[in-house]
């Protein structure tokens, strides 16, 4: 029952996220974010501890939030066509930012990542922000994106560096991320789905490690095995992650870069590339007493091996940056 009742509500959270994409008006978009978040609070639900009816409800209430102040910039538009005047596009940027979790709007973020285990915070910091990913993409330029990607570049970084709760790091790390996917829609480029891919698979690596070896506090990373295998995954994707040449995420990066400089543009790329040195930072704070700590920490001898197989597959995609670059 809970399995087909698991496949129910991700389906609908799936056929939502394409009817916001294929929609022709805002109402049916607003119609279709409405159906993603009714879809994914049973989901929440499914761990069923007060942490997480926690999240949701915070969640719930976050969302519900944005939907009145975008419908409200919906009904104010007399308008049926994607050419709003410039103070509803305001709103509905303010609302999509809301629910994306972008800076300065991303206050309720990390606390209801918090609340969440793995399997709902690869849903909620990857498939949740594509729809509203999208709506932004719709706008023209528009200064609250200026202030939204150097906010989201500069507080992701800095919050991060207080927290020793992995689940708050990526959730600041997301909200990092999201300044260099709203970055191009400033020049009106879809660059932003090629960084979304890459994001997404590299979250999906991370987050599938620290679910297989259950990991949740940054203390934790001192009690895995030493053994070179595991070391190496970790070490692998948290340079992923971070960006690091030639890896599978410095890809999206040197791409992003290389479009805003040919824009003429340069505060933004100089703040992005600050905060990516920043999390790098973060993450070789996390791993360096993964490699330098030896036997005399304890160590997890049962680890499943189909998982650990699977996660050395899916590390093998964050070496392929520098040849993928080079076919370009």
């Known amino acids: 029952m809970i399995f087909s009742n698991t496949i129910m509500f991700a389906s609908m959270l799936i056929i939502s996220t394409i009817i916001i994409i294929s929609s022709p008006s805002w109402i049916c978009m607003w119609m279709g974010l409405e159906i993603n978040m009714m879809a994914f609070i049973p989901i929440l639900h499914q761990s069923k ?5 926690e999240s949701s409800i915070k969640y719930f209430l976050t969302q519900a939030f944005a939907s009145v102040i975008m419908l409200f910039a919906i009904i104010m538009t007399t308008q049926q066509d994607f050419n709003l005047i410039m103070s509803n596009s305001s709103i509905i940027l303010m609302a999509s930012g809301i629910k994306l979790g972008a800076a ?58 207080n927290q020793s709760s992995m689940r708050k790091i990526m959730a600041y790390s997301s909200i990092t991320h999201m300044s260099w996917m709203i970055a191009p829609m400033i020049i009106n480029s879809s660059m932003w789905m090629i960084y979304m891919l890459i994001y997404f698979i590299t979250t999906m690596i991370m987050l599938i490690s620290f679910s297989t070896f259950n990991i949740y506090h940054t203390s934790q990373m001192m009690m ?19 960006g690091f040449p030639p890896l599978f995420g410095f890809m999206g990066k040197w791409l992003i870069l290389n479009l805003l400089i040919e824009a003429n543009m340069t505060l933004i790329p100089m703040v992005m590339v600050m905060s990516s040195w920043m999390n790098m930072y973060i993450y070789l704070r996390i791993i360096h007493p993964l490699i330098m700590i030896k036997s005399s920490q304890l160590k997890i001898n049962f680890v499943n091996q189909s998982h650990l197989m699977i996660l050395s597959m899916l590390t093998l995609l964050s070496t392929m940056g520098m040849t993928s670059i080079i076919l370009m």
């Open 224 to 242: 895995l095995s030493t053994s070179m295998l595991i070391i190496s995954l970790f070490t692998i994707n948290f340079l992923s992650m971070g």
């Open 104 to 161: 300065p709007f991303h206050m309720w973020f990390p606390p209801v990542a918090e609340g969440l285990p793995w399997l709902q915070n690869f849903i909620l910091m990857t498939w949740q922000k594509i729809a509203p990913l999208y709506i932004m993409s719709l706008m023209m330029q528009h200064p609250l994106m200026f202030i939204m990607v150097l906010a989201s570049a500069i507080i992701g970084s800095v919050n991060a560096l």
């Open 49 to 53: 501890n007060k942490l997480a009816t």
